[in-house]
């Protein structure tokens, strides 16, 4: 049987808005981390087959196929192509599920996957607007749909309004989303001190460490924030980062292993995605966990670390209720409402958190999932060797 092997993975620190790297170039970012990538692996950049990258918002600096110019721009062989695909917050997530499924198919042998952002440069859903706006299109993508409103009518399409049926749904309170919140920060700064970030890391200039975690921050202070929307429990504090960032990891097969003398690390053990309710949007994550348990044999308890994005801190709460994980195991090092989420790299940033994390603690099993728009979620479980 076919196996895909994780050789190397890497990532920037992430930068907060506005600050350390938002004025860098999204293609800088990404060329920055395959440079190390390649540097770190031992890997002939030229007989890698192909190079896939998430990326959202790919408009002015991330337009153009970002992947292909992210590896251009890090001066690595012409002759390796790239694409850049989109599936919202799990962009890249799914890119390492391309690469993977190119190497188990035997078409691949050495696939780099990946993903950049610069939230700071191009903000959130602005693609959309940009493009939409001249022709006199404002009223996002599912305005205007028959067959959409005839299905859903006319609900709010929208993650701050899926984060909050969330919370009501799986009766979650707002002093359950700052505790939940607090403890991310907690939990990144303690990684930080401790050094746990160290070797997935690859500075850029002067930034050295994550810019998001805060050290001061209390439950007082996040009760004294105004809610999101109306009427809401959901608050700023108990949301994600915007935030700038790349990750990328290389992926190879049994034959690259062994003809390029490289050292697996970790084998992906399963890789699957799933659907549910698009206005809620971000529960998906709870089927599909457990369609891939079901899929992969498993059961929860046999996941030794696991990695949940962090949009919200219902989603991982609602999660937490339904697959009964333990939450010692969950989010260890802190998550994206502490770390950030520079969307189209997020995907890569925690399965390279997850596969250190898993080295370093000595785990076996670790379980990457994350909510996406459109109502979806990937799953990827990885065994550590």
Request: charged content about 20%.
């Amino acid at each position: 049987m076919a196996e895909a092997y994780i050789v190397e993975a890497v990532r920037t620190p992430v930068g907060r808005r506005g600050k350390g790297l938002s004025a860098v170039h999204p293609a800088d970012l990404g060329a920055h981390v395959l440079t190390a990538l390649i540097e770190r692996s031992g890997a002939d950049p030229a007989a890698v087959e192909d190079v896939v990258f998430g990326c959202l918002d790919t408009v002015g600096p991330q337009a153009g196929d970002i992947a292909r110019t992210s590896w251009l721009a890090a001066g690595l062989p012409e002759e390796v192509p790239g694409v850049t695909i989109d599936r919202q917050c799990g962009s890249s997530q799914q890119a390492v599920h391309f690469a993977a499924q190119g190497v188990l198919s035997g078409t691949q042998d050495l696939v780099v996957a990946g993903g950049t952002q610069n939230m700071s440069m191009i903000p959130i859903a602005f693609a959309s607007r940009a493009a939409a706006e001249p022709l006199g299109l404002t009223d996002g993508p599912y305005a205007g749909s028959e067959g959409w409103r005839a299905r859903y009518g006319d609900r709010p399409v929208d993650q701050f309004h899926g984060a909050q049926l969330i919370a009501a749904k799986w009766d979650i309170s707002r002093r359950d989303m700052e505790e939940f919140a607090l403890r991310s920060h907690r939990r990144a700064v303690r990684a930080i001190d401790e050094g746990r970030f160290a070797r997935e890391l690859v500075a850029y200039g002067d930034v050295t460490a994550d810019e998001g975690p805060r050290r001061d921050t209390t439950l007082e202070k996040m009760a004294g924030l105004a809610p999101v929307l109306a009427g809401g429990a959901l608050t700023a504090a108990c949301s994600s980062q915007i935030s700038d960032g790349a990750a990328a990891m290389l992926l190879a097969s049994e034959r690259a292993v062994r003809e390029h003398g490289l050292t697996p690390r970790a084998r992906v053990h399963h890789l699957s995605v799933r659907g549910e309710d698009p206005i809620r949007m971000l529960s998906a994550p709870i089927p599909a966990t457990a369609y891939a348990l079901k899929k992969a044999g498993m059961t929860i308890a046999d996941i030794d670390l696991v990695e949940i994005n962090e949009a919200f801190a219902p989603v991982v709460l609602a999660w937490l209720k339904e697959t009964g994980a333990d939450p010692e195991k969950v989010n260890v090092n802190g998550g994206a409402i502490a770390l950030g989420h520079p969307l189209g790299a997020t995907g890569v940033r925690l399965m390279t958190t997850l596969l250190h994390e898993l080295e370093r603690t000595g785990g076996r099993f670790g379980l990457q999932t994350m909510c996406e728009g459109g109502g979806q979620a990937n799953v990827t479980i990885i065994e550590r060797l």
